[in-house]
């Protein structure tokens, strides 16, 4: 199976400060990884992924970070702004083709101006 | 496009009773999935189907069936409902998962409270 977990509940950030949301990962299998942001009454908003053949990827303002050494993933946002503010999960896929997906429990980010 | 749509958006039933929530998406997209949202917690994968005529459990697949008879269509049924099933559902599809980039898009979720 596969537990996924995040190191902290909440975080809060000035605006303009870069903003750093982790996430730890059970099984060394697993190859797809995502990150989502979820707004208040609202459903899940992909934001980056990244396959276990990379270490980095990057959006725009967003950086995933993968260290399958520690199965550890971390997201970081650029000048973090107030619509930035919103609950961020990681999931991770398993299963053959990807098909299987666990999220973490979230972290509620909010940015301070 | 409508994207992913859900009905209803909110539900009350008593405990036993059974009911189907509606997903549909305009997107031709293979896979779709059912989550469930309990409070403080991510999202558990109830079912998904890879296609037309598959399905498979998913994390917490008890106590509910999944069908795909089209493409557009996964309804979710709960066959008799328990105050456990309280929670917010979320459908959601995509192309695949077997590619980075392959954005999954989720619906706006259904509150089913269960008396």
């Known amino acids: 199976g596969e537990s996924v977990g995040l190191h902290l509940p909440t975080l809060s950030v000035q605006e303009g400060d870069n903003s750093i949301i982790n996430c730890a990962y059970s099984?060394?299998?697993?190859?797809?990884f995502i990150w989502y942001k979820q707004e208040s009454g609202k459903g899940p908003q992909f934001i980056i992924d990244?396959?276990?053949?990379?270490d980095k990827r990057q959006g725009q303002r967003v950086t995933v970070l993968l260290n399958k050494t520690v199965k550890h993933l971390s997201l970081q946002i650029a000048a973090t702004q107030p619509g930035d503010s919103a609950v961020y999960f990681c999931a991770v896929a398993l299963g053959y083709n990807n098909n299987d997906m666990r999220f973490g429990a979230g972290t509620r980010l909010t940015v301070k101006p | 496009n409508a994207g992913v749509t859900q009905t209803p958006k909110f539900q009350v039933l008593k405990t036993g009773q059974s009911m189907t929530l509606q997903c549909a998406q305009d997107m031709n997209h293979e896979y779709m999935s059912w989550y469930r949202q309990d409070p403080g917690m991510g999202l558990r994968l109830i079912h998904y189907s890879v296609g037309a005529g598959i399905t498979d459990q998913g994390e917490v697949p008890n106590g509910y069936n999944v069908s795909r008879s089209t493409t557009e269509d996964f309804p979710l049924r709960l066959l008799s409902a328990a105050p456990s099933q309280t929670s917010v559902y979320f459908c959601?599809?995509?192309?695949?998962?077997?590619?980075?980039?392959?954005?999954?898009?989720f619906g706006p979720g259904t509150r089913l409270t269960v008396l």
């Open positions: 099984n060394s299998a697993s190859d797809y």
């Open positions: 990244i396959r276990s053949n990379m």
């Open positions: 959601a599809s995509s192309y695949s998962l077997s590619r980075t980039g392959n954005e999954q898009f």
